[in-house]
C-alpha cells in the first residue's frame, strides 16, 4: 500500500468474484495524465471534477450505483486500461486501520480479510497503522485548525501513510514510550510531513 500510495506500483489485491468497490455509487477521478484510461472511457460518462483543477475528470455511476465500465458478470469492461484510482484502491486498508469503510458492503467484505506476522515488526508495523488511524481520528484538536480527513478511506490511506511516526521512524516524532502522553501537536505535524512525502505532484 505504501509503495502505491508513493506511485511505485499498482496494488495487487486478490479480488475473486468481489466487485463491491465497483458497485457502491462511487466516483471514480481520472487524473489529466491518464490517456489510456481516457481513451477508453466513453467521453459522455465524464465530467469535470469538482474542486478540482481543470483536466481532472470524474466517472459516474449507473441507477444501480455501478460503475459503467463493469460488466453484468462483475469483470471490469477496461481492466488493462483502469484509472490509477482503481489500480491504488485496496479495501484491505479499512481492515488494517481497523475502522469501517464509507458502504456497508465494502465494510462486510474488508472485514474478512485477516492479516499474518510472521516477524515481530509485521506486528508492530500493522500496530502503528492502528494507532495512526485512532489519533487521527480522536486528536483532530492537535492538527492545524482540526483539519483532518472525515471520510473514511482517506483516515485510513493517512494512517498507513503516517504509520511510521508511531514507530518511532520519522523525523521529529514522539518516541514509543511518549506517543501517549506526549505533545499531541508535536505528534500530528509529524504526521502531516510523514504523508507529504506520498503526495502526488
Request: glycine residues 8%.
Amino acid at each position: 500500500m505504501r509503495e502505491s500510495l508513493a506511485g511505485r506500483a499498482d496494488t495487487d489485491v486478490p479480488c475473486g468474484d468481489c466487485c463491491a468497490c465497483c458497485a457502491s455509487s462511487h466516483f471514480v477521478h481520472v487524473g489529466p495524465g491518464e490517456d489510456d484510461a481516457l481513451a477508453h472511457i466513453p467521453a459522455e460518462l465524464l465530467f469535470p471534477a469538482p474542486g478540482f483543477p481543470a483536466g481532472h475528470v470524474v466517472m459516474g455511476y449507473d441507477e444501480r450505483g455501478r460503475c459503467p465500465m463493469l460488466a453484468e458478470d462483475g469483470r471490469c469492461g477496461i481492466y488493462d486500461h483502469r484509472p490509477r484510482t482503481c489500480r491504488v484502491y485496496d479495501c484491505r486498508v479499512f481492515a488494517a486501520a481497523g475502522i469501517a469503510a464509507d458502504r456497508a458492503e465494502i465494510t462486510r467484505r474488508a472485514r474478512r480479510w485477516t492479516f499474518a506476522y510472521p516477524e515481530r515488526r509485521d506486528r508492530d508495523e500493522h500496530d502503528a497503522v492502528r494507532a495512526a488511524a485512532r489519533f487521527v481520528r480522536e486528536r483532530a484538536d492537535s492538527f492545524p485548525g482540526g483539519a483532518v480527513p472525515q471520510h473514511p478511506a482517506q483516515i485510513a490511506v493517512l494512517a498507513v501513510a503516517a504509520s511510521d511516526v508511531f514507530l518511532g521512524r520519522a523525523a521529529g516524532t514522539a518516541s514509543r514510550a511518549t506517543r501517549d502522553t506526549g505533545d499531541g501537536r508535536r505528534i500530528a505535524e509529524a504526521i502531516i510531513a510523514a504523508s507529504r512525502q506520498f503526495e502526488t505532484p
